[in-house]
């Protein structure tokens, strides 16, 4: 009997998990999904009525833009069900597309089917459950091969709508700048100005502006940083809670810039010592992720998708990978994997596992791998030949 190639197993796997996903709305469309949230926003956008704060069966606290609520208006005129199949299906198709075209251009050595296999566990939380990551996942996956062929206004597009979900992809965005601050910044600047204006074509200047105030209030009041560990946001910060370091929001918001900023050092240096393109380009997507699963402002179980391509990468592409650096992203992926084994109990079994910190210790270990990637490889320094007189030349000389 022949073994199925692992191609197949990873088609398969793929195609099963999207069958479920989407299908799963049809028959419990309030069941374990943010769709509803999204939906729902999209409703009182359309009617008119207060988007944040506003308690609803079924949804969560709605954390995003009046543009996005007004971007979710047409499929919350649809069953909700059709909506949140709908709107699973799109999200895995740009970041199933987005991910091909990635690795197509970053890692050509690796097998795409390795690659997919290992980048589905870490990505099924999200894939269940409806989340935005997905989608934003695979415009950013997008976005850097878009620069890479260099179409940065359309990158530029990408991002800035991402930035337009959810603010983390402007750490990418603010890397993307410093590769091209005119043909990427510029389009980025009016990608976001447009967003931000788009809400108040749908509805009265007054309701929108309001639902801003509200929005900016939400946000400000949104900090996790003494909560349970369980139900804190899984970051460098809790970390710090684990190990017995205590440190309170504003001084935290330092560190996270202070990352920000050796990250962005890091793409300098990389231009100055003349690296090639493509590698600038993928090192400012890898350390833009590893900020974003580190240190962005509200890292959850479900954010950790967006490791998902940097993890594959650093488990299966040896090109340029110092030997530490595997042990590394498997000792990452193994905290993982325990991560994902655990959430699978009851609360009272899987938050004290989740309480240790396993998640964002994972993520750590990933980045580090990823760093010594991009810190240890070398510009090609082109070969110096000399310039040798043909015998006959020397003579007549």
């Given at each position: 009997?022949?073994?199925?190639?692992?191609?197949?197993?990873?088609?398969?796997?793929?195609?099963?998990?999207?069958?479920?996903?989407?299908?799963?709305?049809?028959?419990?469309?309030?069941?374990?999904?943010?769709?509803?949230?999204?939906?729902?926003?999209?409703?009182?956008?359309?009617?008119?009525?207060?988007?944040?704060?506003?308690?609803?069966?079924?949804?969560?606290?709605?954390?995003?833009s009046?543009?996005?609520?007004?971007?979710?208006?047409?499929?919350?005129?649809?069953?909700?069900?059709?909506?949140?199949?709908?709107?699973?299906?799109?999200?895995?198709?740009?970041?199933?597309?987005?991910?091909?075209?990635?690795a197509?251009?970053?890692?050509?050595?690796?097998?795409?089917?390795?690659?997919?296999?290992?980048?589905?566990?870490?990505?099924?939380?999200?894939?269940?459950?409806?989340?935005?990551?997905?989608?934003?996942?695979?415009?950013?996956?997008?976005?850097?091969?878009?620069?890479g062929?260099?179409?940065?206004?359309?990158?530029?597009?990408?991002?800035?709508?991402?930035?337009?979900f959810?603010?983390?992809?402007?750490?990418?965005?603010?890397?993307?700048?410093?590769?091209?601050?005119?043909?990427?910044?510029?389009?980025?600047?009016?990608?976001?100005?447009?967003?931000?204006?788009?809400?108040?074509?749908?509805?009265?200047?007054?309701?929108?502006?309001?639902?801003?105030?509200?929005?900016?209030?939400?946000?400000?009041?949104?900090d996790?940083?003494?909560?349970?560990?369980?139900?804190?946001y899984?970051?460098?910060?809790?970390?710090?809670?684990?190990?017995?370091?205590?440190?309170?929001?504003?001084?935290?918001?330092?560190?996270?810039?202070?990352?920000?900023?050796?990250?962005?050092a890091?793409?300098?240096?990389?231009?100055?010592?003349?690296?090639?393109?493509?590698?600038?380009?993928?090192?400012?997507?890898?350390?833009?992720?590893?900020?974003?699963?580190?240190?962005?402002?509200?890292?959850?179980?479900?954010?950790?998708?967006?490791?998902?391509?940097?993890?594959?990468?650093?488990?299966?592409?040896?090109?340029?990978?110092?030997?530490?650096?595997?042990?590394?992203a498997?000792?990452?992926?193994?905290?993982?994997?325990?991560?994902?084994?655990?959430?699978?109990?009851?609360?009272?079994?899987?938050?004290?596992?989740?309480?240790?910190?396993?998640?964002?210790?994972?993520a750590?270990?990933?980045?580090?791998?990823?760093?010594?990637?991009?810190?240890?490889?070398?510009?090609?320094?082109?070969?110096?030949?000399?310039?040798?007189?043909?015998?006959?030349?020397?003579?007549?000389?």
């Amino acid at each position: 009997m022949t073994r199925p190639s692992l191609t197949v197993i990873a088609f398969t796997a793929w195609v099963g998990v999207a069958a479920v996903v989407c299908v799963k709305p049809l028959f419990k469309p309030v069941s374990g999904t943010v769709f509803v949230t999204y939906a729902t926003a999209g409703r009182e956008f359309l009617a008119g009525e207060k988007l944040y704060d506003v308690p609803h069966p079924h949804t969560d606290n709605f954390r995003y833009s009046p543009l996005v609520a007004a971007g979710f208006a047409p499929l919350s005129l649809l069953p909700l069900g059709v909506g949140g199949a709908l709107w699973r299906l799109g999200s895995i198709a740009v970041f199933v597309t987005g991910l091909v075209a990635w690795a197509r251009r970053v890692c050509p050595e690796v097998p795409l089917a390795g690659l997919f296999l290992l980048a589905l566990p870490i990505s099924l939380g999200s894939l269940n459950n409806g989340q935005a990551n997905t989608l934003i996942l695979g415009m950013m996956l997008w976005a850097t091969v878009l620069a890479g062929r260099d179409r940065w206004a359309l990158a530029a597009l990408l991002v800035g709508s991402a930035a337009l979900f959810k603010a983390y992809p402007l750490a990418l965005a603010g890397l993307f700048t410093l590769i091209a601050p005119v043909r990427f910044g510029l389009p980025l600047l009016g990608t976001i100005a447009a967003g931000l204006v788009l809400p108040y074509a749908f509805q009265s200047t007054e309701y929108v502006s309001a639902q801003y105030q509200f929005w900016f209030e939400n946000v400000a009041r949104d900090d996790r940083t003494t909560r349970p560990l369980y139900s804190g946001y899984q970051d460098f910060h809790m970390l710090l809670r684990v190990v017995g370091i205590e440190i309170a929001r504003s001084p935290y918001q330092l560190a996270q810039a202070g990352a920000g900023l050796a990250a962005a050092a890091v793409i300098v240096w990389l231009r100055v010592t003349g690296s090639d393109r493509r590698s600038v380009e993928t090192a400012a997507f890898t350390l833009g992720i590893c900020w974003m699963v580190m240190f962005a402002p509200a890292v959850e179980t479900s954010t950790f998708i967006l490791l998902a391509p940097v993890m594959a990468r650093e488990l299966l592409d040896a090109v340029g990978r110092p030997r530490w650096a595997k042990a590394c992203a498997l000792a990452g992926s193994g905290m993982f994997l325990i991560a994902m084994v655990a959430l699978a109990f009851p609360h009272h079994i899987h938050r004290p596992v989740i309480a240790t910190g396993v998640q964002p210790l994972g993520a750590l270990l990933i980045s580090v791998a990823a760093l010594g990637r991009i810190v240890t490889s070398r510009p090609a320094v082109p070969e110096l030949r000399l310039a040798v007189p043909e015998p006959g030349r020397a003579r007549a000389a």
